[in-house]
């Protein structure tokens, strides 16, 4: 079964930049897995931010930027602020219309 | 404006049947598929499957649930014959482009609660 692996948490200061990643138990991901990127704040829907490895979604913000790092996809958010203080996951994909959700990172900005 | 309109929130007991629902507006509903992702209290979001309402195909869905689409009136559906309690959750549907492959739009989600 294939894990997509996230770090459970991650902390910023406010101003600062973050970079959260997104790898796989097995293999290396790349632009192939098409990764996507969403933000959820408690109580509310997830928000898409980013696809296809490094595509801003619709009014989202470029302090949001995607990419690939080595193995991994990534996700940096420069200029960290209160309000990005949310869980982030990662999404790739497997083939046949199939993708599987990371385990997502908790952010803290403090 | 393009949206998912999810059915409101559900309280049954164990074993009793469940169907919610997920209405697309705003857009051609055949034109993109519909995902479902499950979130259980306090955990992270868990792809559950996909359909593509175009003809209703739906390949490998998760676990005792049954996916649906009705195109004439752009809804599809998550059903149950039989609910267990961890079939508690939140289910999100949402809109996933079949060129990138990446859920662009969501529903608000309906919290489904079992217990006896």
């Known amino acids: 079964q294939t894990v997509v692996t996230q770090e459970p948490s991650f902390s910023v200061s406010p101003g600062g930049t973050v970079t959260l990643t997104c790898g796989l138990s097995s293999g290396s991901v790349s632009t192939r897995h098409y990764p996507s990127w969403y933000q959820q704040t408690p109580g509310q829907a997830p928000r898409t931010l980013i696809y296809s490895t490094d595509s801003r979604s619709s009014g989202v913000p470029d302090r949001f930027s995607g990419s690939i790092l080595g193995n991994k996809a990534a996700l940096t958010i420069t200029g960290a602020q209160a309000d990005d203080e949310s869980d982030y996951y990662c999404v790739l994909y497997l083939g046949s219309g199939s993708v599987v959700f990371g385990g997502g990172t908790k952010l803290t900005v403090l | 404006e393009v949206q998912l309109v999810q059915s409101g929130a559900e309280v049954k007991k164990p074993g009793e049947s469940l169907r919610i629902s997920c209405k697309g507006t705003?857009?051609?509903?055949?034109?993109?598929?519909i995902s479902w992702v499950r979130q259980t209290p306090g955990k992270g979001l868990e792809w559950m499957g996909r359909?593509?309402?175009?003809?209703s195909y739906s390949p490998s869905f998760q676990g005792h649930v049954t996916i649906s689409a009705d195109k004439s009136i752009s809804t599809a559906y998550l059903q149950w014959s039989s609910l267990q309690a961890s079939d508690s959750a939140t289910y999100y549907c949402?809109?996933?482009?079949?060129?990138?492959?990446?859920?662009?739009?969501w529903g608000k989600g309906t919290t489904v609660t079992v217990s006896s």
């Open positions: 705003g857009y051609s509903f055949t034109s993109y598929w």
């Open positions: 949402a809109r996933q482009t079949y060129n990138y492959y990446y859920l662009d739009v």
């Open positions: 359909i593509d309402p175009s003809d």
